[in-house]
């Protein structure tokens, strides 16, 4: 509210959101989004897009998938990591039904695991590439969500975690023609 209307226009200010969400936010001028909410949207929404769009790993996918289609010993360290997906509720579960302490004793989990897969595989191959992201993602919530969060800071980090690692799922299943569950499909961008 103490902005300027030059300050609240300014690049440094934005926050790319789809029509629903700005219509929501706007409505009322703000007042129902306090600015360390939309703040924290914004730096989990420009991480998830460097992490899942803009790395440079990521642009070697076509070309490694073209020379190594084959390898069956990637394709099943791929399903191992599904299927440990699947294993984590933390990833579908509804937000009011999560506890923050076990949320976070998850992510370290997960991250100890997709580390361990990491050493297993190329690491340019997708598969190396999907974990080390998954990995990166878990480390990200860690080091950004505060010891004892609200349920709202735990629904906005946990959900740019879901969607990290819902981009990721769906390149398993595209490169690896994994079967994902219902539960997993939720957090699978269409």
């Known amino acids: ?5 030059s300050q609240r226009r300014s690049i440094e200010n934005a926050i790319w959101l789809c029509a629903t969400c700005s219509v929501l936010i706007d409505k009322n001028g703000g007042v129902d989004y ?3 909410d939309l703040r924290k949207w914004k730096r989990d929404h420009e991480f998830l897009m460097k992490e899942c769009l803009e790395g440079n790993k990521r642009a070697v996918f076509s070309s ?3 020379s190594h289609a084959t390898n069956t ?8 990591v599904m299927h440990l997906l ?14 923050p302490g076990f949320v ?3 992510m370290k989990k997960l991250r100890s695991d997709m580390n361990q897969f990491r050493n297993r595989v190329d690491e340019i191959s997708p598969i190396g590439i999907i974990v080390e992201s998954i990995g990166r993602a878990c480390r990200h919530y860690m080091n950004t969500i505060s010891q004892q969060p609200s349920t709202r800071e735990l629904e906005y ?3 740019a ?9 769906g390149e398993l299943v595209k490169f690896y023609g994994l079967r994902m569950s219902s539960q997993l499909s939720s957090i699978v961008p269409r």
């Open 104 to 106: 976070m004793e998850s």
């Open 1 to 5: 509210m103490s902005q300027s209307k």
């Open 161 to 169: 975690v879901r969607k990290v690692i819902g981009i990721n799922i």
């Open 73 to 80: 010993s990637e394709a099943g360290v791929a399903h191992e």
């Open 86 to 99: 699947e294993d984590k509720g933390a990833l579908y579960m509804p937000y009011h039904q999560e506890d």
């Open 34 to 36: 306090p600015a360390p």
């Open 64 to 66: 490694y998938w073209l």
């Open 157 to 159: 980090s946990l959900g």
